[in-house]
């Protein structure tokens, strides 16, 4: 891959006009308006909102993160759930889906949406290390976390989870490139890495959960 053969140089902050930065960060404006303005630029402008990405508050992007995120994923299990009903309802089934069940997976989902945000910040983190860009953490997590708007596409009915999903990536490529001023090649690179790190480690985390059981089924049944 010709883009691993590149000079690797360690980050260097993109210049910056005076008086830009995060619509959500801004304390002059009210959290409403702040929260529409940076959905929007991310979403309708991605390479001028992260090519003005500043700043090492950590909480905002996180807060914007969550909420997006749960939102989406709150949304996204609505549009599961109602398709399941509507399927019991033509097959003339009733009750599988229990009021109960839907309830716990919708408390589940701030937990869902803030692990996500930590384990894959941290496989992007690695990812970038990988390829030679040294950086803290921070300006990883603010793309991580303000990528998260792509999430609002989970509102369109039955399709919108994998639109966000794939929204995400696109939105996650274009701040690496942007906030790293590293060329699309590299920038995809990064993306890979994280999607492989991500997939090794959950496989390692189901592997070791898988044989952790199977030790106390023996354990429990032969003694």
Avoid at 163 to 172: E, G, K, S, T
Wanted: proline letters at 5%.
């Amino acid at each position: 891959m010709s883009f691993l053969k590149e000079e690797l140089s360690p980050f260097v902050p993109v210049a910056l006009e005076a008086g830009a930065g995060v619509p959500w960060e801004d304390p002059t404006l009210p959290r409403l308006v702040g929260f529409y303005r940076t959905l929007w630029e991310v979403l309708r402008r991605p390479g001028e909102f992260f090519g003005r990405l500043r700043g090492p508050g950590w909480a905002e992007p996180l807060a914007f993160g969550l909420i997006t995120a749960t939102l989406g994923l709150l949304a996204s299990l609505y549009w599961h759930l109602l398709l399941a009903v509507v399927a019991q309802g033509l097959a003339g089934e009733s009750g599988v889906v229990e009021k109960g069940t839907a309830l716990t997976l919708m408390l589940l989902v701030p937990g869902m949406a803030l692990a996500h945000l930590g384990w894959g910040s941290l496989c992007l983190w690695g990812a970038v290390a990988l390829l030679g860009v040294k950086t803290p953490f921070n300006p990883v997590w603010r793309i991580f976390c303000y990528a998260q708007g792509s999430m609002a596409a989970a509102l369109i009915p039955l399709l919108g989870g994998l639109i966000a999903a794939v929204w995400m990536l696109f939105l996650i490529f274009r701040g690496v490139q942007r906030v790293f001023g590293v060329t699309a090649g590299r920038a995809v690179g990064a993306l890979f890495l994280s999607l492989l790190l991500q997939t090794l480690i959950f496989l390692f985390f189901v592997g070791s959960l898988t044989a952790l059981l199977g030790l106390i089924w023996l354990r429990l049944f032969f003694g």
